[in-house]
Structures are given as C-alpha cells and as structure tokens.
C-alpha cells in the first residue's frame, strides 16, 4: 500500500482520526491533509458563501492541490504510505453539475482517479446517531445533519467502485472510531504485505 484514503461525509472524523494515526505512527505514514480547508481558508470562505463561478475555481485549486500534495509527500519520503484526508473523488461530490462534469472540467475520469488509491476507508458521518455539530468543530463545514447524511451517501456511490473499499460505521465514540480505523488499517496493510 502506498496512498490509502481515509473519507466519508461531513462530521465522520476523519480530519481528527487521520492526524491522530498519522501522528501515532510517523515513521510509517505521511499525513496528506484535506486540500478542502486550506483552499477555503486561503480564501477567507466556504462553499455555500461562493457563487457558481467561485465553487467551479475553488473545486479546481483543491484539485491541483491534492495532486501537489500527493506527488511532493510521495517523493519526500517513498517508503512511507500516504494517509489522506479524503481523495480527489470527493472534489466531484460539490461540483454544481455533478461529477460528470467535474472529470471533464480537470482533464480525468473517474476510473482514473479511483486508480489513483490503493486502498479507501470510508467513514459514516455522525450525523446517523444525531451527534453532528455543523460548523462548531470544522468552519468550513456547512451542511447541516440532513445534509451531511445526503454527501455521506454521495461519497459512498463515487467510491463504490474501488476495489479495496472498507466501511466504518458510526460510533458515539470517537476513540472506538479511532481503534475502527486503525483495525481497518491494519487489515489492508497485512494483506497487501502478504501478495
């Protein structure tokens, strides 16, 4: 394995419980972090503030970021596995015209980018066991519940057809998501060390 990402809707932890396993484990992963929050506060916004033509140029910066940030980290360090904070699959989720449009947009496909991946963990957002916050934890979060279990729902089909796809429900807590994902880990790692 050398890029797995770890996704999922809006309040499923994953910003959290990757910098926790990132940090747990230096010298085997090199954290990625979301391209979606460093866009946003470069630009002193959110998605729902931007109009159409803000949401179409901040979804390409993400996307152009999200690579810059994959190939440097790879090339610093090529023996540690990449661990992302969402992929770039997830920029088509809030493209206005669907994902679609957004692979015609950057010049890919979707089988391509699903490619990009050895290995996706998706999470269910929080929202499933009304523990979601909306914007107290993340300012650029801008869904509120019902929202949030709509894109968790979404990211689910645009990923669907990665071959090594693993689900993590929801947990009321956060440290047995933690462990969740971590066992998740491990179980990919271990199989993809033993091919």
Known sequence: MKKIVITGGPGSGKTVITAAIAAEEPDRFALVPEAATQVYTQLQTRWDKLDLAGRHDAQRRM????????????AADPMKILLL???????SAYWPEG?????????????????????????????T???????????????????????????????????????????????????????????LITVDDSD
């Open 129 to 187: 066991l009304g523990l979601y916050d909306g914007a107290t934890s993340n300012f650029c979060r801008f869904e509120d519940a019902a929202a949030a279990l709509r894109s968790s729902e979404q990211l689910k089909q645009l990923w669907a057809g990665h071959p090594h796809l693993v689900y993590v429900d929801s947990l009321p807590e956060l440290d047995d998501k933690i462990h969740a994902v971590r066992a998740a880990l491990r179980q």
């Open 63 to 74: 996307y152009r970021l999200q690579l810059d940030q994959e190939s440097r980290l790879a």
């Open 85 to 91: 904070d969402r992929g770039t699959v997830d920029g």
């Open 99 to 127: 994902p679609d449009a957004f692979w015609r947009d950057v010049g890919t496909t979707h089988e391509a980018e699903l490619a990009r991946y050895d290995a996706v963990i998706l999470l269910e957002t929080c929202a």
